[in-house]
């Protein structure tokens, strides 16, 4: 499985395609930089995934990306492109968000918002 957390401010603004490149002009000079130089080695600035492993249970997927953001998406797989960034990170160009196995949030604040989007999607609360 691959693992993805977003601030819920960040995927209000971004549903449901997330697209580093579209919030380009937004970044910090700092945050640029380091697009620029991604899109130089990789050709595109990435959207970071986590995926589980053996040595990589989908709890510490979870704890790592909730550090990150209330919200986490779960996927079955990742469309190609993608690149192996690290020994569990993954980066692909766009994160369909349509295409979650599961959702699980940190809180029950903003049910609503993804019953509405994700009708069929099992989305889980944790407290």
Known sequence: MFF?????????????????????????PAKRADARGLIRSIGFEPVHLLRSSPTYPIRKCLEECFRYGDI???????????????EHEWGIPTLDLRRAAWICIDGEKHRHWFRFRFPHLPVVFRR
């Open 72 to 86: 986490v998406f779960a996927f079955e797989s990742i469309p190609y492109p993608r690149i192996q960034l690290s």
């Open 4 to 28: 993805h957390g977003i601030p819920f401010i960040y995927l209000v603004r971004q549903y449901p395609v997330l697209n580093p490149a579209s919030s380009f002009r937004n970044k910090s």
